[in-house]
């Protein structure tokens, strides 16, 4: 099919601050095969262990998976992998300045390091992503962010732990800059209050850091215990921890 008379596909510079990851994908499709009128395209990120990403055409719609490593990417990282993926599901060869563009970020000393750390955690401690059964944290961390945190807080890795441990209910591992969470509360029979109350105090680790002055090692600092006050129904959301 044609586009339509006086049509022409934005250029790059003009649209890639405006565009969903969807309506990258499309005008890249568009300026791949011009005379195909583009099938929907659904683009997700999700928690894989390492940065690849898959394209696949199935029942007349593109569908395109892409590590969430590549979520905060810059759009002309997103767009140099919009022509990588669909360069590779027609077969057409891939212009070198989008290969070379995405390979050099891919490279940048600070995604090597969060790929490393990313396979590290995902490989031993995260069966999944962010995204329970039941609960999802990162909507949950940001609800908290804005309510008690101003939206300050930059998220970790969030995920669930292997198990469904009642011993370790939550932890924060400043080294991999991530926060698991025990499974045992991705359930509906647990009620909300129990988890966010973990998942609070956990954010209060990200926010006041271990204080090492002086001999002792202060985990939960005068300011955390101030801070975790804040918290309404501490006293329901511990009944609840307890009958576990
Ligand atoms: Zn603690």
Do not use: C
């Amino acid at each position: 099919m044609q586009l339509a008379p006086g049509f022409s596909p934005p250029g790059p510079q003009s649209a890639l601050l405006f565009e969903t990851p969807e309506e990258m994908f499309t005008r890249v499709f568009r300026e791949i095969k011009p005379r195909t009128q583009p099938p929907p395209i659904r683009v997700g990120f999700f928690p894989f262990a390492n940065a690849d990403s898959f394209i696949k055409l199935q029942d007349d719609r593109i569908h395109v998976r892409i590590s969430d490593l590549l979520e905060g990417a810059p759009a002309p990282v997103l767009e140099a992998l919009a022509y990588i993926l669909i360069g590779k599901l027609y077969r057409r060869p891939v212009p070198r300045l989008y290969a070379h563009r995405y390979r050099l970020y891919l490279n940048r000393r600070d995604m090597r390091r969060q790929m490393h750390l990313v396979r590290q955690i995902r490989g031993r401690k995260f069966l999944s992503g962010a995204e329970g059964v039941h609960y999802d944290l990162n909507e949950i961390f940001e609800r908290l962010n804005a309510r008690y945190f101003n939206g300050l807080l930059g998220r970790p890795l969030l995920g669930w732990s292997r198990q469904p441990s009642r011993s370790m209910l939550g932890h924060f591992d400043p080294s991999h800059n991530a926060i698991i969470i025990s499974r045992i509360f991705d359930s509906a029979s647990v009620p909300l209050l129990a988890l966010e109350y973990v998942l609070f105090h956990e954010m209060l680790h990200l926010r006041y850091p271990v204080d090492h002055r002086g001999v002792r090692r202060r985990v939960h600092t005068k300011e955390f215990r101030a801070a975790e006050r804040q918290f309404p129904n501490v006293k329901k959301a511990k009944e609840i921890l307890k009958a576990l």
